[in-house]
């Protein structure tokens, strides 16, 4: 069945295209009759008519659709962000297209014909401004989630963090807390400035009398698994506590431990970042760091909104906190 249009909506009213317009874009107060502006409403409802909004918002000169680039959507976290960018979008009668970089956090290429014709803005978590020139990147507002706020500074003009330090610190006091001195970071190989801050406030937060070895996996339950059973296979040298760069690589940390044969936490103690869903399926359930995915998304979009309307953003990297669960305890005597 064919779409109506303003055309057909002004045939059965019985008025011109140029009074369907007025009437429907809210412009017809003092140029058309209150009785001529209901007729037509009734009309255009009557007939199922709906505005072609892309059309209308170019003729604005504004598309009102942000692009929000993330590195996968495998992640948990990633549809967080997402969720909260969209709800204060569409409270600005804004719209968000969610964009997995088929390169994860390489550069990213342009979804559309012209990334400039078809938004007002780009939004992008865990990744590089210059990763972005290639979609409007250098050109486009750009707002940068858990991003380097040095090193992007010329090119994004705002930056939404979050305390990701400070959650490190927290994991890094509850684990010497319980007595652990010999620490096994089981880090991301993804080269991204967020792992990157996590790596450097461990071993900043560690004193002389503590031990410290990292290892790299891919963000994968698997690829962790069969990193960490190499690395627990020794008994002479091995950790008490397994500081994870997220939930994912925890899960295989734990599934390793299981079977070499280790008990979390009387033998080793695992933590984890993120707090997704996993972190409440596996057993025992996680330690881990929870950050506010939603409320990242939320202030992203806030941010561009901000800088569209001319102002500068600024807000201080949003807070996050440590979750106690079963996967931490005493660290074994030896």
Not at 201 to 229: F, I, K
Request: aromatic letters at 4%.
């Amino acid at each position: 069945m064919t779409r109506p249009t303003s055309r057909d909506v002004a045939t059965a009213a019985g008025v011109s295209q140029a009074t369907v317009s007025l009437v429907l874009g809210d412009k017809w107060p003092g140029r058309v009759s209150e009785r001529t502006a209901t007729h037509v409403r009734e009309t255009a409802t009557r007939l199922g008519y709906r505005p072609n909004l892309a059309a209308r918002n170019l003729r604005l000169g504004t598309t009102r659709t942000a692009l929000l680039v993330v590195p996968a959507l495998t992640n948990e976290f990633f549809a967080r962000v997402y969720t909260g960018a969209a709800r204060v979008a569409a409270e600005h009668g804004f719209g968000v297209v969610l964009y997995p970089s088929p390169d994860g956090t390489g550069p990213a290429r342009d979804p559309f014909a012209s990334a400039r014709a078809a938004l007002d803005g780009v939004i992008a978590s865990s990744m590089a401004a210059h990763t972005l020139d290639a979609i409007g990147g250098n050109t486009l507002p750009l707002v940068m989630l858990d991003s380097d706020p040095a090193a992007d500074t010329a090119a994004a003009a705002a930056h939404v963090n979050l305390a990701m330090a400070d959650g490190m610190r927290q994991v890094t006091e509850h684990l010497l807390a319980h007595g652990h001195r010999r620490f096994l970071h089981l880090a991301s190989a993804v080269d991204s400035w967020t792992f990157d801050t996590r790596a450097e406030a461990l071993t900043a937060l560690l004193g002389p009398h503590t031990e410290l070895r990292t290892v790299r996996a891919p963000l994968t339950v698997d690829a962790a698994r069969t990193a960490m059973e190499t690395a627990l296979a020794t008994p002479h040298d091995r950790p008490t506590a397994i500081v994870c760069d997220d939930d994912i690589l925890a899960a295989g940390a734990c599934k390793a431990a299981r079977r070499l044969g280790l008990r979390i936490p009387e033998d080793l103690s695992v933590t984890g970042f993120d707090d997704l869903a996993l972190a409440t399926a596996v057993e025992p359930e996680l330690t881990t760091v929870h950050l506010p995915a939603e409320r990242v998304g939320e202030q992203g979009m806030t941010a561009l909104l901000t800088v569209l309307e001319g102002t500068t953003w600024t807000a201080p990297d949003i807070p996050v906190r440590l979750v106690v669960r079963d996967s931490t305890g005493p660290a074994p005597t030896p």
